[in-house]
């Protein structure tokens, strides 16, 4: 009788993530298939080919988007570790001046629409001439994802006991030192929480490439999507094929860390 | 102060600075700007830059558009966030009761809400077309053909599908971190005393779940006016301003009008507008816990 009940329920489950699973899977398919079958409803595996790929990547050139996407992401995550980890540590762990302030101004950034902030930050970078340049990203970049990386490096540090800081010190050791070697390791879980969702929401952004980037060849992949369209209409096949390369990272990621990933939102925002 | 105290507080304070500093010059700044900017009339068409006061704003609250906007996003929201809380609730049950594969079916069930919103968008776009996917299988099972996207009202429920698509893992996965809280000698004990599966979900699981619930539900809310790039990708806000949602309104204030103070008196409208219902629902969830 429980046995019974227990296929039904994964029974249920599985149909369910299938159903979810289906959209990504059918943009997988239709990337690999010849232009002539792009619109047919068959579930056939035959006949697949990466002609799609090899348009998307020469006629469409999007390695350099890709290539783009993947530095820009890059530096966000390491100057977001460099810059917000230690601010994470003395927000969470010393009483400095404007801390409360500091850290209310963060959780609303969080709430606030880019779109809000956006033109006048388009003009800042214009007054410093660095429009159009891969560094106006990483530098917007870096600070969008400070709010949610300092929040997630805010949590892990406050888990650390406070008894370990304090025998290290004790034993002669200097403040940094003690940061760097010792309790920095003790959150590694949440650094590369932090990391791993600083990573997919920059290669993910649309909107802050796609305002303060205007020439082609500087463009994130994410908006490089957007030059399958042209007057003839859009070119489904290699677009479905750059859209799977443009998947990869974060599928790759979710697969990982996935869980985790959600678990550290989640139970951080609940003891918030 | 103790010398040694005021050592470490000149620590802390060049640990923070850097990201201070930065945030002070990307973040803080063009946000000051923009209020104030709200306040002026402030194009890119013209180099003049009057002072108006509330003049944005009062135009904001009597402007067809940006109402319409607002109760679109605010029709899109309630719709949606129902959807993905009771399918992820369900789901989160299913995955927490000891089904075969569980943790692969997590693992893998989280994918939509981390997929790039572009590639959501211009997926949508293709399997939403006049001969894509859902046409061809509607019409083999004798359903008319849909023109989903050229449709008011199907473009609506298109972006509704998708956006539910995206946020329910996410919802699902959140309650699943809960229900996993839950020590299991609650649910034991009830199910000794002679409690039905269904009387244990409601009496036990969704009284516990409840500060999960209202987390979900405030950030949905807050995430549902801020949603651009799949909208935007799949309809541009058409056809006729059917999925024209708050965000995207603010998109084409600012750089199809070129009105850049009107734009950010809409924007801190619309933040107004989120801080108060959070507050709301926050304020309500810490009294009904100090009870």
Redesign the interface.
Request: aromatic share 16%; with cysteine.
């Given at each position: 009788m429980r046995d019974k009940w227990n296929l039904v329920r994964t029974f249920v489950a599985w149909a369910v993530v299938g159903l979810f699973l289906a959209p990504i899977v059918w943009l997988l398919l239709t990337s690999l298939r010849p232009d002539k079958d792009l619109f047919s409803t068959s579930l056939s595996i035959t006949g697949l080919t990466f002609k799609q790929y090899i348009i998307a990547f020469k006629t469409y050139g999007i390695s350099r988007y890709l290539s783009n996407s993947i530095l820009l992401s890059l530096s966000v995550v390491i100057l977001n570790l460099i810059f917000g980890v230690p601010a994470a540590y003395a927000l969470s762990r010393i009483s400095i001046p404007g801390k409360s302030a500091f850290i209310i101004f963060l959780m609303f950034m969080r709430i606030v629409p880019i779109v809000a902030i956006i033109i006048p930050l388009f003009l800042l970078m214009s007054r410093v001439h660095l429009t159009n340049t891969l560094i106006s990203l990483v530098i917007a970049h870096t600070a969008f994802k400070f709010p949610m990386t300092i929040w997630l490096c805010m949590i892990s540090f406050l888990g650390v006991p406070v008894e370990i800081e304090e025998a290290a010190e004790l034993d002669g050791a200097s403040h940094f030192k003690v940061f760097l070697v010792i309790v920095v390791p003790m959150i590694l879980p949440g650094l590369s929480v932090a990391a791993i969702v600083a990573f997919i929401y920059t290669w993910n952004d649309l909107l802050v490439a796609l305002i303060l980037i205007n020439t082609r060849s500087s463009q994130t992949l994410t908006v490089g999507l957007s030059y399958f369209l042209s007057e003839y209409g859009i070119a489904w096949g290699p677009m479905s094929a750059a859209g799977v390369v443009a998947l990869i990272p974060v599928i790759v990621f979710a697969l990982f860390a996935g869980e985790a990933l959600v678990k550290g939102l989640a139970s951080g925002a609940v003891k918030m | 102060m103790s010398r040694i105290d005021k050592?470490?507080?000149v620590?802390?304070?060049k640990?923070?600075m850097?990201?201070?500093l930065?945030?002070l010059?990307?973040?803080?700044?063009?946000?000051v700007?923009?209020i104030i900017?709200s306040f002026f009339d402030w194009r890119l068409t013209s180099p003049s830059r009057s002072f108006i006061g509330f003049g944005n704003y009062l135009r904001a609250l009597s402007d067809f558009y940006f109402q319409s906007a607002i109760y679109r996003n605010l029709l899109f929201a309630f719709i949606s966030i129902p959807f993905q809380l009771i399918?992820g609730f369900f789901?989160a049950l299913?995955?927490s009761?000891?089904?075969?594969?569980?943790k692969w079916?997590?693992?893998?069930?989280?994918?939509?809400?981390?997929?790039?919103?572009?590639?959501?968008g211009?997926?949508?776009?293709?399997?939403f077309s006049s001969?894509?996917?859902l046409n061809?299988?509607s019409s083999?099972i004798g359903l008319s053909q849909v023109s989903w996207l050229a449709d008011t009202n199907f473009a609506f429920i298109a972006i509704l599908i998708v956006d539910i698509?995206q946020f329910?893992?996410?919802v699902c996965?959140?309650l699943l971190?809960?229900l996993q809280g839950i020590p299991t000698e609650l649910e034991d004990a009830s199910a000794v005393d002679g409690a039905s599966f269904f009387q244990r979900v409601f009496y036990i699981n969704v009284p516990l779940l409840r500060?999960?619930f209202v987390?979900v539900i405030i950030?949905q809310m807050?995430s549902a006016?801020?949603i651009?790039?799949v909208p935007?990708?799949m309809t541009g806000g058409g056809p006729a301003d059917a999925t024209m949602l708050?965000?995207m309104q603010?998109?084409r204030t600012?750089f199809s009008s070129l009105n850049?103070g009107y734009?950010?008196a809409q924007?801190?409208i619309?933040?107004l507008f989120?801080?108060v219902i959070?507050s709301i629902l926050l304020i309500g969830e810490l009294r009904r816990t100090k009870k």
């Open positions: - | 050592e470490k507080k620590f802390g304070v640990l923070v850097p990201a201070l930065i945030s010059c990307v973040l803080l700044f063009p946000m700007y923009s900017m399918v789901v299913l995955l009761s000891g089904i075969k594969g569980e079916a997590r693992i893998l069930f989280i994918m939509p809400f981390f997929t790039t919103p572009a590639v959501v211009f997926n949508a776009r293709w399997i001969r894509g996917i061809q299988l083999g698509w329910t893992p996410l996965l959140i971190a809960g500060p999960y987390l950030m807050i006016f801020r651009f790039d935007y990708i708050a965000s603010l998109y600012a850049f734009a950010s924007s801190c619309i933040l989120m801080l959070s």
